[in-house]
């Protein structure tokens, strides 16, 4: 039995140990097919929810030309009011079409404007605006340019489209 005990403590020397064995380091892409998937999953609604941004940004150029346009407006005198609704008229064209606001004047175009946004004309505005349009004597004060530019301001930023259009 010495004999036998012998060659374990032989075996069992320092002598005979190994260096400890490393494992290979962990690589940063998971291996699991799973996690591959699931990244192509997210890519996929980043790349469809930033074309659907895109879409949105192009089509809403018109409002922030508009928006432009109107800031430029500092005088308040007769040609600025007309130019207001001049450009009101010009939004809803490129908005909806030319076929259906172009027929629209007086109170059915202020209720197509009421009706597709969240602004609102009072009676005694409708009446000023229809002095502006008509009386060439009429000049405006700035309460009712202010109110105008109040007005377009407000439609210009809450109507809505259909997605048809």
């Known amino acids: 039995m010495s004999v036998d005990m012998n060659k374990t403590i032989a075996e069992a020397s320092l002598d005979n140990l190994h260096d400890i064995i490393i494992p290979d380091a962990v ?42 346009e109107l800031c430029s407006y ?23 079409g030319r076929e259906e606001i172009a027929m629209l004047s007086g109170d059915s175009w202020w209720d197509f404007m009421e009706q597709h946004s969240k602004a609102k004309v009072s009676k005694e505005l409708r009446v000023q605006i229809a002095y502006l349009l008509y009386d060439k004597a009429y000049e405006p004060n700035s309460v009712d340019y202010s109110s105008i530019k109040e007005f377009v301001t407000l439609w210009i930023n809450t109507h809505k489209v259909s997605n048809n259009v």
């Open 27 to 68: 690589g940063y892409l998971p291996p699991a097919p799973g996690w591959y998937v699931l990244g192509l999953l997210v890519l996929s609604l980043l790349f469809h929810f930033s074309i659907g941004f895109y879409k949105r940004y192009k089509k809403s150029l018109y409002r922030r030309e508009a928006l432009d």
């Open 74 to 96: 500092e005088e308040r005198g007769k040609d600025e009011t007309l130019h207001l609704l001049t450009l009101a008229k010009r939004v809803a064209i490129t908005a909806y």
